[in-house]
């Protein structure tokens, strides 16, 4: 029942950095993990990170640090900052929330609600 929208995506260079972002109405926000996931051209959607209602996060092994999901929940809002950029992270990059707030998952499955998406392109 709730809605999610992403922004902040963009065109930039090996190197660089962007901060993704969620924001999220219709339902109490606070209560849900949230997570980020993402697809390339011909591949399959992969999970990039997720974080709690209380604010513990888990990645996955590609971000080696370079990732960092957090929330605000005052805002209704998750984001994802996204430093060092690569090429290879180039995608469509998907926010969606878990009706369990405890849990923070690698399982798309867990996921009831989708944005649309929000393009991150790097070249080299």
């Known amino acids: 029942q709730g809605q999610l929208v992403e922004s902040g995506g963009g065109l930039v260079q090996a190197g660089d950095s962007l901060r993704l972002s969620c924001a999220a109405s219709?339902?109490?926000?606070?209560?849900?993990?949230m997570g980020w996931f993402r697809q390339a051209p011909g591949k399959e959607r992969e999970f990039v990170a997720a974080?709690?209602?209380?604010?513990?996060?888990w990645d996955a092994d590609f971000v080696k640090g370079r990732f960092t999901i957090s929330r605000d929940n005052a805002k209704s809002t998750v984001y994802l900052q996204m430093n060092s950029l690569q090429p290879e992270d180039t995608a469509i990059y998907y926010c969606?929330?878990?009706?369990?707030?405890?849990?923070?998952?690698?399982?798309?499955?867990?996921?009831?609600?989708w944005g649309h998406g929000t393009q991150v392109t790097v070249s080299s």
């Open positions: 969606a929330a878990n009706p369990n707030g405890y849990q923070s998952t690698s399982d798309p499955t867990s996921y009831t609600d």
């Open positions: 219709g339902r109490i926000f606070s209560s849900y993990s």
């Open positions: 974080i709690t209602w209380s604010g513990s996060t």
